[in-house]
């Protein structure tokens, strides 16, 4: 009988632990699930959008673009599905290959294709001539800001409900086993069945039973405290909605600067890939548009950022769960003369012990072994590795007074078209009209501290080694590349430009 008490007390040791976890484990897994659903969902619909937007001002190429769009789409997609993408690859892809496409819009979109040769030349020549100007640049870093918090919080909550259900797996010493027993089975002995523990007895043999799990709690805490600090840093370029909804205006932004600046760009063309060669065995393209993208643009908000702070703020509500696993667990008991005080039915007038290992010393009920165990040790290099993870993002995305004050130190509300915006000393990268000024880091997976030993990797290159913050660089003013004028392009001349395009539209079918 004994033995079947004691199986009995292990499994209900493993089950209140798994109920206990249940509620916080819930939140954390739904959460991370709507947000990939978000994620998709705004992917797709910047996808229509963009095909909408090609469609109805750039009718000509819509149908050429459309496969292209759809390419870059599904790199973003990948990416935050945790796949190896590189998003400056996908994004100097997209647009390497778009420049033919303009360029022969540009030029008589009535015309036969260029012949290959060409095309492959303009291919690679767009980098150096910067048909598109800044855009290229300042939505790949943008792509790569956003992107990169976002999977930084997808992938942090993850890891929360990985400690979790590894907190689930924890086995209890033969010690607790025994007390538990005792404290729940020994009333079927006197007989007394119906006789509930008395509350202070239980606390004692939980707290002593999950004291090493309760030196978890400051670093839980702080992890909610990381996880809060992130999500509330979650606008602007940082945020992927805010991105997503904008890319296709951007694309267009470049499209008109090339066409703005067609007479430069022309002879930049000739200079580097000669005079234009058609193909001899390809008829004009069919300009139509797929019926897929009819409709018009979807610009509302689906407020991700609202819906994490909310989360987060459910979360933040478990700040001391580990402290009080254990009296959580006795919250039905008994307090008076009539529970079982694990002798007989009277009151508990033992000492009730403190929380954690400090306060077990003297447990009257249960013998706990100051030595910490490995499941603990693992525990809390998960939640070390994930903070700091956190951290170091949070150190990567400027707070709204940043922001702020990098816009209007970059001139970037000034829009005066200056020829000159500001790189970092390393890597090169200009802020451009949507940047923040902030310090970059020089891969898409940047934000990482230079101590491998303590650092939660989510993020590495190609050749999966670790991609280490570099030290913040101050910004300085360069000239701009040759052929690559500014973007301060005014409101009548886009208006402008629209208005031609659609005429040509008109006057070429």
């Not at 292209?68 to 990948?78: S, T, Y």
């Not at 767009?126 to 992107?147: A, C, K, N, W």
């Not at 079927?188 to 004692?204: E, G, K, L, M, S």
Request: hydrophobic share 35%; aromatic share 8%.
């Amino acid at each position: 009988m004994e033995g079947k008490f004691h199986h009995a007390a292990k499994t209900d040791m493993s089950e209140t632990l798994i109920s206990q976890t249940a509620f916080v484990k819930n939140l954390l897994v739904t959460s991370v699930d709507q947000c990939q659903d978000y994620f998709t969902q705004m992917i797709r619909r910047a996808e229509n959008n963009t095909n909408l937007y090609f469609s109805a001002v750039y009718g000509s190429m819509a149908a050429k673009a459309h496969l292209l769009i759809g390419d870059f789409f599904m790199d973003l997609q990948k990416y935050q599905q945790n796949e190896e993408v590189d998003l400056r690859d996908s994004v100097n892809n997209f647009f390497d290959h778009l420049f033919p496409l303009v360029f022969h819009h540009m030029i008589n979109p009535n015309k036969p294709a260029f012949s290959r040769d060409y095309v492959e030349c303009l291919v690679q020549v767009r980098q150096e001539i910067h048909p598109f100007g800044e855009v290229p640049h300042t939505l790949m870093m943008d792509l790569q800001h956003s992107f990169h918090t976002a999977r930084v919080i997808v992938q942090a909550v993850q890891a929360g409900v990985g400690v979790l259900n590894a907190t689930e797996q924890y086995a209890v010493s033969n010690d607790c086993v025994h007390a538990v027993m005792r404290m729940k089975y020994c009333p079927y002995c006197q007989p007394i069945v119906d006789a509930v523990p008395c509350q202070d007895y239980c606390r004692n043999v939980m707290r002593g039973c999950w004291a090493h799990l309760a030196e978890l709690d400051p670093l839980w805490n702080s992890y909610l405290e990381a996880l809060q600090g992130l999500t509330g840093r979650f606008r602007g370029q940082y945020n992927i909605e805010d991105v997503l909804l904008e890319v296709d205006k951007r694309i267009s932004e470049g499209i008109m600067h090339a066409m703005e600046n067609g007479p430069v760009l022309s002879e930049a063309v000739t200079k580097s890939c000669g005079q234009t060669k058609w193909s001899d065995d390809m008829v004009p393209a069919p300009w139509s548009t797929n019926g897929e993208v009819a409709g018009t643009p979807d610009r509302a908000l689906l407020n991700l950022q609202q819906k994490l702070q909310t989360f987060i703020k459910s979360a933040y509500q478990w700040q001391g769960f580990y402290t009080m696993l254990a009296d959580s667990a006795c919250s039905l008991e008994e307090d008076g003369a009539d529970c079982w005080n694990g002798e007989t039915r009277a009151m508990y007038s033992r000492r009730l012990v403190g929380l954690g290992l400090a306060g077990q010393k003297h447990n009257p009920e249960v013998q706990v072994s100051q030595e910490e165990e490995s499941i603990i040790t693992d525990l809390k290099d998960r939640l070390k590795q994930t903070t700091k993870a956190l951290t170091n993002q949070i150190q990567e995305v400027p707070d709204t007074e940043s922001l702020v004050r990098n816009w209007e130190e970059t001139g970037a509300e000034s829009g005066d078209g200056s020829g000159s915006y500001t790189v970092d000393d390393e890597d090169g990268y200009g802020s451009g009209a949507y940047g923040s000024g902030a310090s970059e880091t020089g891969g898409i997976d940047g934000g990482k501290s230079n101590d491998d030993s303590d650092g939660f990797q989510f993020a590495r290159d190609k050749q999966g080694k670790t991609v280490d913050k570099q030290p913040t660089k101050k910004t300085k003013n360069v000239d701009r590349p040759s052929g690559a004028p500014s973007l301060a392009t005014s409101s009548l001349t886009v208006a402008t430009i629209t208005l031609l395009l659609y005429l040509n539209i008109i006057v070429n079918g």
